[in-house]
């Protein structure tokens, strides 16, 4: 009892990337949703901290495991737990929205991922798949991206280790960077080039030190809220659902935001420095066709159980890809 009482009697961290701009920072909108609807309704405080106040995405994710707190990680910080989350970053892997959300949302893979993650952190969970920009697009400034070819010889920004994959897969070489040297790493001409979506771009003033934009439908943009175990096992059972429905609620409201405001910050990047390129749907195909299989290779020279690997692809009704 003197655990839960302690646990509710100071405000719950939430670390996350990002300006505290909720008009654009999704995840700071989705952070701030959270922390009212879960304040309005339980005696639960929580207390944001954008811009990475609490660490990097290694540290945070150290922290929101040791101890209370919540933590919104992208793959940088989730993959090392459970290295099985870099399947869903297979590129051109969604179509559409609904597609990526429906995947995350009811496919029988990402519940074998979350299963695996509370086991290996002795009860920590992945609370929420965090919508945080819609699909990645390319970007560069050497030259245009117009299909695979167009990457031979660049250098580009990799979050994580399965975007040099990707890179590799395209002829150019990818050099893991932390989000907040992105900028300066393009400035100087350490990388040429960098993938995220618009709203990342913006954030980051990339439009900046970056000419090209194209919009390949690369991957779906995610980010996941983690929590503590021991925490989230001290609330009770009426605080627990106050705070379930509201990271339902806050990812709806989310969502919303996102789809809504997707083409206004492409128009946006358009009219403050950049040129913006729309794929044809058979150069799409091409992108496609090369940097898929590359990755599903990629993907079995890691840690990871074949099975997810099959099942995300068969959520997906792609199995045949695997073959």
Excluded: C
């Excluded at 922390?35 to 609490?54: A, C, H, T």
């Excluded at 919009?215 to 705070?243: E, I, P, T």
């Excluded at 074949?306 to 073959?323: C, M, P, T, V, Y």
Aim: proline fraction near 4%; charged fraction near 20%.
């Amino acid at each position: 009892m003197s655990t839960a009482i302690t646990a509710q009697a100071e405000a719950i961290k939430l670390g996350y990337n990002g300006a505290p701009d909720a008009k654009k920072n999704s995840v700071h909108y989705f952070a701030e949703a959270l922390e009212r609807i879960v304040e309005e309704k339980s005696d639960i405080e929580i207390e944001l901290f954008p811009n990475s106040q609490l660490g990097n995405e290694q540290e945070r994710m150290e922290n929101t495991l040791a101890g209370p707190s919540l933590n919104v990680a992208s793959f940088a910080g989730l993959s090392p737990v459970v290295p099985e989350s870099f399947v869903s970053n297979t590129p051109f892997m969604f179509g559409t929205a609904e597609e990526a959300r429906s995947f995350f949302d009811e496919g029988e893979y990402w519940k074998m991922v979350e299963a695996a993650f509370k086991d290996r952190t002795g009860g920590s969970e992945i609370l929420a798949v965090v919508e945080d920009g819609g699909f990645l697009a390319f970007t560069s400034t050497e030259r245009a991206i117009h299909s695979p070819a167009d990457f031979d010889g660049l250098k580009f920004r990799a979050m994580d280790p399965s975007q040099v994959a990707l890179y590799e897969a395209m002829g150019a070489s990818g050099t893991p960077i932390p989000w907040t040297e992105v900028y300066s790493a393009l400035q100087t001409g350490v990388v040429e080039g960098q993938m995220n979506p618009p709203l990342y771009i913006i954030l980051g003033s990339l439009n900046e030190v970056q000419k090209y934009m194209t919009r390949a439908n690369v991957q779906y943009s995610m980010q996941f809220l983690v929590g503590n175990g021991a925490w989230l096992n001290s609330l009770s059972d009426a605080d627990r659902k106050v705070l379930e429905d509201a990271v339902v609620e806050a990812n709806a409201m989310t969502r919303k935001k996102v789809q809504e405001t997707v083409e206004s910050r492409v128009k946006w990047l358009s009219e403050n420095g950049m040129e913006v390129i729309d794929p044809t749907a058979e150069q799409l195909a091409e992108f496609q066709k090369i940097g898929q299989p590359s990755f599903v290779e990629w993907l079995g020279t890691q840690s990871i159980d074949q099975s997810f690997i099959e099942a995300a692809f068969s959520d997906l009704g792609k199995s045949d890809l695997l073959q």
